[in-house]
């Protein structure tokens, strides 16, 4: 979601618009009374318009300065100031793999930042500024929203601060993977355009409230893989709360209420998921899954690639006892039973 670069189109039909004119002037033979008479009434909005309007502007300028621009190593992104410590909650992948350093930019001031903790599995980090007078946000409760509530994206795309866009909640997806191994299990779907840059920045509902974390946008193939238009996804703001505060108090999380398998995995392009290395005394050991062997399906599910095995455990929740298909180095094809732990958290 990162990137560092904008590229802006020149106008390139000029040469085109001059000949019009010039044929338009030269034919002639129109009188000036034949010109159509045109009204200078201004438009009358209804009422209910102009108070949605002002809504918005309210949310916007309540919003704004909660949401700061963060530089690190891997580019720029957004972040929202989470209390009035200096904590500030962003996406992992906008802090990047290093620890440091950050620059964070609020207003006409710049701070530098240090890393409190990461829990990459959720794609959440955050980092905190000493010695600054940060805004923090309101966050909502996201498990009232509902497909169709109006929603304002506010971040950096493009290195563009303070820029919104808006939409609605389109959905709520579960098992959502961002195509590097990390798969979240539920996702705020919105319409309102998320750039990159806008990751980490805030998604508020029309109370000025966070309602999520805009993370990533859906990409299209038949585009080239670019960004689909009106896709794009957000963290719900229940999760952030609860992931942020674990890292603010302990430095880590304790407590990720996502399963564990208990393996280190690598695709075998399309056929299935090679399992490196097993964790001693994890669930897949206890199971009697072995270093070698290949993942082809949890609980009927086919899990052809990394992605496709952690969706599909993303949405499942410890303690569950799933049914794995197996095949074996010696080709035999087997069905394991195995618990699922909690994910030990990092």
């Not at 108070?51 to 300028?61: D, L």
Request: glycine share 14%; hydrophobic share 40%.
């Amino acid at each position: 979601m990162l990137r560092r670069h904008i590229w802006w189109l020149a106008p390139l039909a000029g040469a085109a618009v001059a000949g019009v004119v010039v044929a338009a002037v030269s034919l002639g033979g129109a009188s000036s009374n034949s010109r159509p008479k045109t009204s200078h009434a201004r438009l009358r909005p209804a009422a209910a318009a102009l108070a949605f309007q002002r809504a918005v502007t309210a949310v916007v300028h309540e919003v704004s300065p909660s949401v700061v621009q963060i530089q690190s190593r891997s580019g720029l992104g957004s972040g929202v100031v989470f209390d009035r410590n200096g904590d500030i909650v962003t996406n992992n992948h906008v802090v990047g793999t290093s620890g440091g350093p950050f620059t964070i930019t609020a207003g006409a001031h710049s701070y530098g930042a240090s890393l409190v903790g990461r829990f990459a599995p959720d794609d959440l980090a955050v980092v905190h500024v000493s010695s600054a007078h940060l805004t923090p946000a309101a966050f909502a409760n996201s498990s009232g929203l509902e497909v169709g509530d109006f929603a304002i994206a506010i971040g950096n795309p493009l290195g563009l601060r303070s820029s919104v866009t808006d939409g609605i909640v389109s959905a709520f997806r579960q098992g959502v993977s961002e195509g590097n191994g990390v798969a979240l299990p539920l996702m705020i779907q919105t319409s309102a355009a998320i750039n990159p840059g806008n990751s980490g920045g805030a998604l508020a509902d029309l109370q000025g409230r966070v309602i999520g974390i805009p993370t990533l946008a859906a990409t299209d193939p038949e585009l080239g893989g670019s960004a689909a238009p009106g896709i794009g996804f957000a963290i719900p703001s229940n999760l952030v709360k609860d992931i942020a505060t674990q890292i603010i108090r302990f430095g880590h999380v304790n407590n990720s209420h996502r399963a564990y398998l208990g393996v280190e995995i690598g695709d075998t392009v399309g056929q299935g998921v090679l399992v490196r290395s097993v964790t001693a005394g994890g669930p897949a050991s206890k199971a009697g899954l072995r270093q070698g062997d290949v993942i082809a399906s949890v609980n009927g599910h086919e899990t052809p690639t990394v992605d496709d095995l952690t969706s599909v455990v993303s949405e499942l929740k410890p303690g569950t006892t799933i049914s794995l298909g197996i095949v074996k180095q010696s080709g035999a094809h087997k069905t394991l039973h195995l618990k699922l732990g909690e994910f030990p958290g990092s």
